[in-house]
C-alpha cells in the first residue's frame, strides 16, 4: 500500500450523524496511531476521532489518516454471532467491488490482528451524504420522497446483482451451492441459541416449513445480504445513492434471498404492531410503494421468476427475528450497554409470529 493509498476527498460530516467524543466508545487510538505508523500512514490524534450514531451492529468511526477523512470499522464488543460482523470478508468485497460498481467505497486497509483494536477492522473510504433510518428527514415530503426512493432500491439492488462477479476477482466468493437450504438451517441454530421457551417453538414450526420447502436456486449473484435504506447513503438534495455500506455478511447466492431481506424490512401501514416497532425504514408513510409493487418492479428489471418467492420471504423474516433475539441477548448479558438495545424485549418474537403468519398465509 503506498503512503497515499488512503487518501480520499475531503469532507466533514454532518455533526448530527457523529457521537460527541465524550459518547464515543474508547478504542486505543495511540495503539493504532502506532500501528499505522508501522504501515507508513499518519493517523491524525488533534481531531479526536467520532463514532457514528446509527446502527446496532458493528461499531464505525470516522478518523483521518494522512489528512484526509476515512471510516474505521470493526465489530462490536463481546461475542459476535457465526458468520456476522466479519472485516475479512467485507474488506475481500470492497477492495474489488468498486471497479465494477461505482456505489461500492474501496475498502483501503485491512488489520487482522486483533491485538491492534480488540478485533479485526478496516479503514475504508468516507463518502458523506444523507442516510434515512425510520424516519423521514423533517424536509421530504413522503408523497414525492417515497416514490423515489422506492424506486432507487429496486433498481440499485437489480445494479448490483447484475455485477459480474468473476470479472472483478469474486467468482470463487462464498459458497452459493445449497446456500439456501444452508443459510435456513444456520439461522435455526442462532435462533435456538438465544431463545426462550415461546420462541423456540416458532423457530422449530419455521424451520420445518423451510426445510421441506427448499426451491431451485437462481443463478448465484453477488449478494449484500442487509440490503435497506439506511445502508444506502444519498445525495441529501436529490436522494440520488452516492454509496452503499455494511458488507460484512456479503456473499454470493440466490439474488431473491436479498429482495425478500429488503422486504422483510418493508413496513407497510396495515402490519401487526411488532412491525411497526421496527422503524428501519419509512415505508409505512404514504407514498412508499407496497411490497408487492417492490416485487413486479425487481421482475420487471431483472426478468427473475419470483414463483417461489414465499419461501425467500419465510426465511428472510426469520432471519429478522432471530437478529432482534440476538441484540437483546446482547444487552442482557451485558456485552453493550447501548440504552436503545433495552426497548427491544418481545420484538423478536413478534417478528416470528408475523413470520408464522406470513408462513401460513394469513399476512403477507
Not at 172 to 181: E, I
Request: hydrophobic content about 45%; some cysteine; overall charge negative.
Amino acid at each position: 500500500m503506498s503512503p497515499n493509498a488512503l487518501a480520499g476527498p475531503a469532507a466533514a460530516a454532518p455533526d448530527a450523524a457523529l457521537r460527541s467524543p465524550a459518547q464515543s466508545v474508547a478504542l486505543d487510538w495511540q495503539r493504532l496511531a502506532g500501528y499505522l505508523a508501522a504501515q507508513g500512514h499518519a493517523l491524525d490524534l488533534e481531531s479526536a476521532p467520532r463514532q457514528f450514531s446509527g446502527g446496532l451492529g458493528n461499531l464505525n468511526f470516522l478518523v483521518r489518516v494522512d489528512g484526509q477523512p476515512c471510516v474505521l470499522r470493526r465489530p462490536p464488543f463481546g461475542e459476535v454471532p457465526l458468520g456476522a460482523n466479519d472485516m475479512a470478508r467485507e474488506h475481500r468485497v470492497l477492495s474489488r467491488l468498486w471497479q465494477a460498481w461505482p456505489l461500492a467505497p474501496r475498502s483501503l486497509h485491512f488489520c487482522g490482528d486483533a491485538a491492534v483494536l480488540g478485533a479485526p477492522f478496516l479503514l475504508m473510504e468516507y463518502r458523506p451524504g444523507l442516510v434515512i433510518g425510520g424516519r423521514l428527514p423533517p424536509d421530504a415530503q413522503a408523497a414525492t420522497a417515497g416514490p423515489a426512493l422506492s424506486s432507487m432500491l429496486v433498481s440499485v439492488l437489480a445494479s448490483l446483482h447484475a455485477v459480474d462477479a468473476a470479472a472483478i476477482g469474486l467468482g470463487d466468493f462464498g459458497k452459493p451451492a445449497g446456500f439456501l437450504a444452508r443459510t435456513a438451517a444456520g439461522w435455526t441454530k442462532r435462533g435456538e441459541a438465544v431463545s426462550a421457551d415461546h420462541d423456540r417453538t416458532l423457530i422449530r414450526e419455521i424451520s420445518h416449513w423451510l426445510s421441506e420447502r427448499v426451491p431451485p436456486e437462481q443463478p448465484a449473484t453477488l449478494l449484500h445480504s442487509d440490503f435497506k435504506l439506511d445502508n444506502v447513503v444519498l445525495d441529501p438534495a436529490t436522494l440520488e445513492p452516492r454509496a452503499v455500506l455494511d458488507w460484512d455478511m456479503s456473499t454470493r447466492g440466490d439474488p431473491l434471498y436479498d429482495l425478500a431481506t429488503l422486504l422483510s424490512y418493508w413496513v407497510e401501514p396495515s402490519d401487526p404492531e411488532p412491525m411497526q416497532r421496527l422503524q428501519q425504514m419509512p415505508t409505512a408513510l404514504g407514498g412508499f410503494h407496497s411490497r408487492a409493487q417492490v416485487m413486479a418492479a425487481y421482475t420487471a428489471l431483472t426478468g427473475r421468476d419470483l414463483s417461489d418467492f414465499a419461501f425467500h420471504r419465510v426465511l428472510c423474516l426469520f432471519k429478522l427475528g432471530v437478529v432482534f433475539l440476538q441484540l437483546l441477548a446482547r444487552f442482557r448479558s451485558g456485552a453493550t450497554l447501548d440504552a436503545r438495545f433495552g426497548n427491544l424485549d418481545g420484538l423478536g418474537h413478534g417478528i416470528l409470529e408475523f413470520t408464522h403468519a406470513v408462513m401460513h398465509g394469513t399476512a403477507d
